[in-house]
Each structure stands twice: as C-alpha cells, then as structure tokens.
C-alpha cells in the first residue's frame, strides 16, 4: 500500500486497511473510517461543483464535531486549502481572517451564521456558504449564495484539482505581534511529515483512542487528528466546558493520549482521578508553554503508570523538540531534543552556532518548516530566513538556499545536547496555551472608544501561564475598570479578556522612539504589586 504524502491520504490509506475501525467519536456517536473517507470524498466533489478552484480557501467555524473534521479534510481533497477558525472568535476577528486570505467557501453552523450576518457582506471574496443541516430556511437574496450541507454531500462525483505534497494544505492564524492575528501557511508535506514524526515518538497505533480536548484551529489540536490518522487510530472529539468533562471523557472512551496545555493541566492536577485512568492512559502529553514542577509532579502521582512527554512547539513549524519520558526525572526543565525528520540549531546574532549552555536563538530546519505568513512579505522575511552556510547539512558547494524558521526564542543546549527554554525576544503573552498580541488587545480597547490610552502586558500567572494586565487612561472621569472589562467581553474571546485593568491619569510614560513604554509600565505595576 502506497504511504500517504496529501494529507486526505491519512485517512484514504487508514480505511483500506481496516475501513471498519472507528476513526471519530462524538458524544456517543461513532464514524468508521471509510464513512469518514466518503464523507471527506462527497464534501470534495461538492466543493468542486460549487466551482471551488485549485489553492482557493474554505474556511470552517464550528466547534469540533464530524463535520469541522470532514471539511478540513475534504477541502483539500478537492485541491482546495483550508482554514480553521477558533470558535471563540467574535464576528469582527471571524471576517478579518475571512477577508485577509481570500475565503471563498465558508462552512458554518446556522447558530453561528446568525452571529455572523452583520460582517459576511464587508468579505468580498467569500462567494458560498455552506450551512449545517437544521429546519431552518437558508437565507436568500444578496451576493452570497447558500447551500444544506446534506445537498454539498450529494454532489456528483467530480475529479478533484491536482496537487502535490508541496502545495499548500492549510492557513493556521496566530496572533501577531504587530496586533492582527497572522495566517501561517502549511504544506500537505508540512502536515503530512509532522504527523508521521510525533506518531513514531508518541507510538501511537490502530489501538490507541486520542482525546481531541485543544481547538482543531491550533497546530497540536489539528495534530490529534493527523497522528491518529496516519496510526488507523481513533479520535474522542470533546467540547469541554469544564476540566472536569476532560476526566470524565478519559475515563469513558478509555483514552491511551491526551495532549493538552499548561493551565488545563494545572486545573485537572487539583481534581481527584478516577484510579482506572491510569490502567489504560498511556501518555499525557504537553504543550503551549511550561509545564510547572508541581503540576507535572501533580499529575504523575495522579496516573503513575502514564508517561509524560513534554513537548515545544511553534505553528510555523508545526513541532521542533520533545523530551522522552526517561528523561523527565533527570530533566523535567528542558525542552528535550528535536523531534524526528528535523533539526534544532541554536545560533548566535551572526548565524554562527553556540557552544554548550551558551544562549542562542532556536532554529527550525526540516521538512516542518511552513510556507511562511499569507500576504505578508516583511513579516514571513523577519521569521523565515536562509540558512547560513557551513551550518550543518549546509556545505559551500550547495547554491540554491535552504529557509528555516527563526523562532524568536532563546534557548540553549547543555553538554548532552537537550534544550532549555530561556525566554521569549517579542512580547506576545502567552496565556492559557494562546498566543495574545498586547497590541490587538490595544487595538479592540481603543475601538471601544473608553480609553484614552492604553498598553496590554503579560504578568506571571499560576494556572493561566501569564494573565494579560491594562492599564489605561480614560477621557470620561464616568468610565471605570468594569466599564472597559465590560466591553471587553462583547468584543473578545475568552482568552483574550484582561485579569485586571488599571486607570492611570495620563498621559502614559514614553519610550526614546516617542512610543508608549510597555516595558517600563509593566515593570512598575509587577512593583506596585509585588508580595
């Protein structure tokens, strides 16, 4: 049997082996791997009979449920390119990424569509959208048309565009450090080659029963899915409302992976465990920032017989390093060692590498390495840049240049080779496993119109990671705190809202560069707050 190199390909070579296994589970309901891949095939050639060209994006807002996972899946079947959107975005950042990389099909829920009806008409490339079922009438009239997501399925079958494993596959938005959210574009290579190397050192197989607890919009969610594929193995799809659902799940399905993010971690560490997880969780696994001692100690007293695996990552190359559960003992502040099919360099300001426990900057080379930003020259420029020559895998003689990505993370390697994270060079903040730009939560204050100015710092959190902290001026001596947090909730995820916001008279302090200073006001609200 040929190996998968599309990414559809996963679950195409999956059902030929064994098209009875189980490859979703969803609140009691379960999809076989061939229904899976007659879906995927059926969604493709409606797609295709919408007039769906070749590298066109399909974006998909839903949360997880077996057709967030079909349309995922079926949009490139059909030559197209996918883009998954976080569920909790609000309308405004849901038709930014829609105008941003062009969608031309959007796949909603009709719930969802409601939400949506103010900001559709400002997408001017969105053509279609296709509506989960429901006994609601599809909208009618205006520039968009509309169609039942049982009719998309019945299409005719068509030939599907034809593409290769270097073609894009997929846009991955993440929060950019100059505010709007950045589309990292991914290659079916790209995905294809990540999930073929963490399922060979997480050792994921047909058996195992992986729990989908992260949004399928973040690189290790989406990852759940495509290991599991690749392995024939089945996949728990869970909308958690509470950590306390995740336990449940595990304990349910009998779940053999779990991979999650620090502060879900640090909630389920503080519950009591049902004592049988531990007989058939295999592993647990981290990542999206730090695990903390405690909460790693926590949860291997927890389910003693599952291994940990701690895990560093970034969406531009889709995973970079891993520490095996061996060394965790020895080890348990490290990053661990790149993982298989890639290379982490670690190199000064020159581009020359740095010796042992020297600090440096990591360095992503490999087959992971994404396509870079969506339209965006200068920023893909500043993170995805040529290998300097005489690295290693790097001779002189080679001409045409390799791009790697440049993470923006110090680290530094100690004298056996495993990394430590040392600290970030931007000032993304990282809370509850998202990356958070300050200046988009800037941006949605001043459009509040309640402030008068303002600046967004991550602060040390002990279950979020970091919380993000505001402080402000106000025009209005009426408008307080609760004001402004207020209006925060109607315009931002969840994740998103400030812990705390602080009034100021202004005007607020400035750098040489006439900018306001961040750094110094975050420095004298961790004073002001200290002990």
């Known amino acids: 049997m040929p190996d998968s190199s599309l990414l559809p390909e996963l679950i195409f070579r999956s059902a030929e082996r064994d098209p009875g296994a189980i490859a979703l589970t969803d609140k009691g309901a379960s999809l076989p791997y061939a229904a899976l891949q007659e879906a995927v095939t059926g ?162 197989v047909a058996d195992d029963v992986l729990l989908a607890a992260l949004p399928l919009s973040f690189d290790a969610g989406f990852s759940q899915l495509t290991t599991a594929f690749h392995a024939g193995a089945r996949v728990v799809l869970l909308n958690y409302l509470l950590p306390r659902d995740v336990l449940k799940a595990l304990e349910k399905e009998r779940v053999t992976g779990l991979t999650a993010v620090p502060p879900l971690y640090i909630q389920l560490a503080q519950l009591e465990w049902p004592a049988d997880i531990t007989e058939h969780l295999r592993y647990f696994a981290n990542t999206g920032g730090r695990m903390p001692r405690e909460t790693l100690d926590a949860l291997r007293r927890r389910v003693p017989r599952t291994k940990p695996y701690l895990m560093y990552g970034l969406t531009e190359a889709f995973r970079s390093t891993y520490l095996p559960p061996e060394e965790v003992d020895r080890r348990p502040d490290s990053i661990g060692k790149a993982i298989p099919n890639a290379e982490i360099l670690v190199l000064r300001e020159d581009g020359s590498p740095c010796a042992a426990n020297e600090p440096g900057e990591l360095v992503h080379r490999g087959a992971l390495v994404g396509m870079g930003y969506w339209n965006d020259a200068d920023k893909t420029a500043e993170r995805y840049k040529p290998l300097p020559a005489h690295l ?50 800037e941006e949605i204050l001043y459009a509040s119109r309640l402030v008068g100015e303002c600046v967004a710092f991550g602060v040390d959190h002990p279950t979020l990671g970091q919380a993000i902290q505001v402080i402000a001026t106000t025009a209005d001596a009426t408008v307080d705190g609760a004001a402004i947090l207020a209006e925060c909730r109607l315009r931002m995820p969840a994740y998103m809202i400030p812990a705390g916001i602080e009034i100021q008279s202004g005007p607020l302090p400035r750098n040489p560069n006439g900018k306001i200073d961040r750094k110094t006001l975050s420095v004298q609200w961790l004073e002001r707050n200290s002990g």
């Open 43 to 204: 969604f493709a050639n409606g797609l295709l009979g919408l007039g769906l060209q070749r590298g066109e994006r399909v974006a998909i807002y839903l949360e997880k449920r077996f057709e967030t996972v079909v349309a995922s899946f079926g949009a490139p079947a059909a030559g197209g390119v996918f883009v998954p959107l976080n569920p909790l975005l609000k309308p405004e950042q849901v038709a930014y990424i829609l105008r941003d990389c062009n969608v031309r099909v959007l796949v909603t829920s009709p719930e969802r569509l409601d939400l949506l009806a103010q900001v559709l008409p400002e997408c001017h490339d969105l053509r279609q959208v296709v509506v989960l079922d429901s006994d609601k009438p599809l909208p009618a009239g205006g520039s968009l048309s509309y169609c039942a997501w049982r009719d998309l399925l019945a299409a005719e079958k068509r030939r599907p565009h034809r593409v290769i494993d270097t073609d894009m596959v997929g846009i991955l938005y993440t929060s950019g450090s100059t505010g709007k959210p950045k589309g990292v574009v991914l290659s079916h290579r790209n995905m294809v080659a990540g999930a073929k190397s963490v399922a060979s050192y997480l050792q994921n």
């Open 392 to 441: 290693p895998g790097r001779e002189v003689g080679l001409v045409l240049p390799e791009l790697a990505v440049f993470s923006g993370d110090t680290v530094r390697r100690d004298d056996d080779g495993f990394l430590y994270f040392v600290g970030r060079r931007d000032e993304m903040i990282k809370t509850s496993g998202y990356r958070v730009s300050p200046t988009e939560v």
